[in-house]
Structure formats: C-alpha cells, structure tokens
T-cell receptor, first 111, second 112 residues
Framework: DQQVKQNSPSLSVQEGRISILNCDYT??????FLWYKKYPAEGPTFLIS?????DKNEDGRFTVFLNKSAKHLSLHIVPSQPGDSAVYFC??????????FGAGTRLTVKP | DSGVTQTPKHLITATGQRVTLRCSPR?????VYWYQQSLDQGLQFLIQ???????AKGNILERFSAQQFPDLHSELNLSSLELGDSALYFC???????????FGPGTRLTVL
C-alpha cells in the first residue's frame, strides 16, 4: 500500500538554486513526518522532521513544510550544493505505529 | 556512524540457499526494523520488532523470517533464495514506536 508517495523519481538543479522535493500521503492518522537522505552504499540518515502540530520546520539550509489539508509535505534546500546530491526519502508515521517510506527522489545538484 | 551495526556487509550466495543477516541496534533502542531496497527502488518495509516482540509486518515473503533476541539484536533469515532476492537489506532502530529511525550501513545480498 502506497501510503507515502514521492511522485518525482529524480530532480536536477543548479548549484545555488532552490531544490524542492515533494511528498504526498494518504493516511490522515500520520502525525510525524521525516526526511532522510541516502548516499550510495550507505544507510539512510535522518535529515529533518516535522510534527503535525506545526506547518514549518527549519534547520539551516533545510526547511520542511507541511500542508495537512492537502496531505502534502515538501523539503526545500536553499542554496543547493553539489554535496546535497543524494536520494531523499520522505517518511511518515502515526503515533506508536510503524513508519512508511516513499520511493525516494534522486536529487542531482550540478556545479 | 549511526550506532547501528549490520553484518555481514556483503553476502554472495546461490539460489536455493539460506542466509542470516544480523543487526545490533543503537544502545537503548528497543525497536528494530528491517527494510529491503532493490535496484535503486524505495525502502520496502519488511518487519518490525519491539522489545523482542513482533510489532508490524510489511511486504515480507513467507520464505523470510526474523526475530529479536533478549539482548535486542535481531536476525533476518532468508531461505530458498531466488535471484530476485538480490538487494540491499537495511536494519534500523529507534527508541520507541514511530520515532526517528537510525539506519545501519546495510548488507548487500547477491544471489547467483
């Protein structure tokens, strides 16, 4: 069941510009959302999260926006750097339940 | 370093064989999760254990099984292996249910 969807398998942006990665979910019980970053041959690493009581969370160059009515969240990276090139996974969980991951979006930041 | 360890790092075996993948969670984490990633696909949730008990099952084949031991380490057993089982298998751990997960480096399984 595809409860978390990342409809763009890949995204390419120029260094210094904004990267916007999108994620949609279907389960209205989800109340905690996360973004993970994955480099080749490594496990995913936690990047940033947001709970359903907020609509924005910022950490340096990374900002996550949550639109609960649209069941949509996005990750903004500004400015994008070549080292940000990786696969980004969106994940969501409901209280005390397992986490569901999207299929991932491969971000390429070109110098 | 996430604190989650997985062994072995690489595993090459033949069809029909059985293998065991091992995971040690971060100190203090009670939940262990197993995921499969095939050919740059997304993370497919297989199974979750919490404090020794099976907590949730995802897309895990009947040929696969797992357990979490009293010391909280976990093993994923894959039997009657098929070519299509070749993938990266990740283990993750978290303090509690629905909390941020920390991933191990993965085990790359190649079935020839």
């Amino acid at each position: 069941d595809q409860q978390v969807k990342q409809n763009s398998p890949s995204l390419s942006v120029q260094e210094g510009r904004i990267s916007i990665l999108n994620c949609d979910y279907t389960n209205s019980m989800f109340d905690y959302f996360l973004w993970y970053k994955k480099y080749p041959a490594e496990g995913p690493t936690f990047l940033i999260s947001i709970s359903s009581i907020k609509d924005k969370n910022e950490d340096g160059r990374f900002t996550v926006f949550l639109n609960k009515s649209a069941k949509h969240l996005s990750l903004h990276i500004v400015p994008s750097q070549p080292g940000d090139s990786a696969v980004y996974f969106c994940a969501a969980s409901a209280r005390n339940n397992d986490m569901r991951f999207g299929a991932g979006t491969r971000l390429t930041v070109k110098p | 370093d996430s604190g989650v360890t997985q062994t072995p790092k690489h595993l090459i075996t033949a069809t029909g064989q059985r293998v065991t993948l091992r995971c040690s969670p971060r100190s203090g984490d009670l939940s262990v999760y197993w995921y499969q990633q095939s050919l740059d696909q997304g993370l497919q949730f297989l199974i979750q254990y919490y404090n020794g008990e099976e907590r949730a099952k995802g897309n895990i084949l009947e040929r696969f099984s797992a357990q979490q031991f009293p010391d909280l380490h976990s093993e994923l057993n894959l039997s009657s292996l098929e070519l299509g089982d070749s993938a990266l298998y990740f283990c993750a751990s978290s303090v509690g249910l629905g909390a941020e997960q920390f991933f191990g480096p993965g085990t790359r399984l190649t079935v020839l």
